[in-house]
């Protein structure tokens, strides 16, 4: 088993009674249907329809996580929190309390899917199914883990995810384009039956 740490990635927390609709009103995916053991891919697009932020959608004990790039955390967090509005909902920075790490091959202390993006979960411990023999793993304490792989470099994951066809909206590449454009469409990132979003 490998391990490399994501540093590049943040996660914000989106929590509440009504974190589920109100993340399915914002974002291009259809998050109201989302099963507990599935993770998804979207957007969150501005007025004119271009992507502020991409996200990875992982559900959560008390809502959802949501993987970003860690340069646009707090910018998209203050914003995101601007929409929340008379909704039960709380946006936050999750990003000192998970460690984020690639993996690649099998986890001992938790058995995950081969569907992609399925999701698996145990105490303090989060992991999907990024691809074939690779998981993200969200832990609050990763030492067991990287005690018991092989540290490899980031860009490895980087490079695997640009194989995988999947786009990471940066600071630099904010507001820049529309989910198309980044082929949001063909990696299931955007639902066209979900209903309206910011920026349809």
């Known amino acids: 088993m490998?391990?490399?740490?994501?540093?590049?990635?943040?996660?914000?927390?989106?929590?509440?009674?009504?974190?589920?609709?109100?993340?399915?009103?914002?974002?291009?995916?259809?998050?109201?249907?989302?099963?507990?053991?599935?993770?998804?891919?979207?957007?969150?697009?501005?007025?004119?329809?271009?992507l502020l932020a991409s996200f990875l959608v992982v559900p959560w004990t008390d809502g959802f996580l949501l993987q970003l790039s860690r340069d646009l955390v707090p910018t998209i967090a203050?914003?995101?929190?601007?929409f929340v509005l008379r909704s039960k909902v709380k946006v936050t920075d999750e990003s000192a309390a998970w460690h984020q790490l690639g993996v690649w091959g099998t986890l001992p202390a938790i058995a995950v899917p081969e569907a992609p993006l399925a999701l698996a979960a145990a105490e303090g411990l989060i992991a999907v199914r990024m691809g074939e023999g690779r998981l993200l793993v969200l832990a609050k304490d990763p030492s067991p883990l990287e005690r018991e792989s092989r540290a490899v470099?980031?860009?490895?994951?980087?490079?695997?995810?640009?194989?995988?066809?999947?786009?990471?909206?940066?600071?630099?590449?904010?507001?820049?384009?529309?989910?198309?454009?980044?082929?949001?469409?063909?990696?299931?990132?955007?639902?066209?039956?979900?209903?309206?979003?910011?920026?349809?």
């Open 78 to 82: 203050k914003r995101l929190a601007m």
């Open 153 to 200: 470099p980031p860009a490895r994951w980087a490079l695997d995810e640009i194989r995988a066809g999947r786009a990471l909206i940066t600071a630099a590449t904010q507001d820049l384009f529309v989910p198309q454009m980044v082929n949001y469409e063909k990696v299931g990132a955007v639902n066209f039956q979900k209903g309206c979003y910011p920026g349809q």
């Open 2 to 50: 490998e391990h490399a740490r994501l540093e590049r990635y943040g996660l914000l927390g989106v929590t509440g009674a009504d974190a589920r609709a109100f993340l399915h009103a914002q974002l291009t995916n259809d998050i109201a249907g989302l099963p507990a053991d599935r993770a998804a891919l979207a957007g969150w697009c501005s007025p004119k329809g271009r």
